[in-house]
């Protein structure tokens, strides 16, 4: 019940299952109660390698590698690869809003290349740049934007649907907190960068 990964749950069941076949045999003496353990151990080492011969055939983009690998920790390759088929890669133009100030927040936006500028009553307040996640608070708070987002150059981004974050976190919690984690990593990377700036100009 401890195990966070299936893999390795089952590993363990395998390795449980071999115990209980040389208890069968060497103490109980008991023929049926091997073929079943050793039942249950070629039905996992079935699904293991049925799971590493599915994660051997994902490929990635170099930029979803680097989202993955930065953001997605933890999760398989399989998993991952699901949630970034969910959204669609972008190239954003100058201009184009992303979020606006006291409206909802249609889209989580993660930033690969480019810089979106952050405001708040027209004011520039700051700005985001490769790696860092857009309208993630909002989305996490359940709110409306609490800022206006404009892409400030040309810009390539992966982007996913309020909506669709919602289901996932009801439908797969993993996957959904381990994104959860990787916005959490970003949003401190934010905190650590504005203190900086605040102390600089102190």
Request: hydrophobic residues 45%; neutral net charge.
């Amino acid at each position: 019940m401890l195990m966070r990964s299936i893999t390795y749950l089952r590993i363990l069941v395998i390795a449980s299952a071999f115990v209980a076949i040389a208890y069968d045999t060497i103490w109980l003496k008991d023929p049926v109660g091997v073929f079943w353990e050793s039942l249950l151990v070629l039905v996992n080492i079935v699904q293991i390698s049925r799971e590493w011969f599915s994660e051997r055939r994902v490929r990635f983009t170099p930029y979803e590698q680097k989202f993955v690998s930065s953001r997605l920790r933890g999760v398989s390759k399989k998993d991952a690869k699901r949630l970034l088929n969910l959204g669609r890669w972008v190239d954003g133009a100058p201009g184009t809003v992303l979020t606006t100030e006291g409206d909802p927040v249609p889209y989580v936006v993660y930033l690969v290349t480019g810089r979106v500028d952050i405001l708040c009553s027209d004011v520039l307040v700051g700005t985001c740049g490769p790696g860092n996640f857009v309208g993630e608070m909002s989305i996490l708070a359940e709110e409306p934007a609490s800022a206006t987002a404009i892409v400030a150059e040309p810009s390539h981004y992966w982007i996913i649907s309020s909506e669709k974050l919602r289901v996932l976190q009801d439908t797969d919690p993993q996957v959904s907190g381990a994104l959860d984690v990787g916005i959490a990593r970003d949003l401190r990377r934010k905190i650590i960068a504005a203190n900086a700036e605040r102390s600089g100009q102190v």
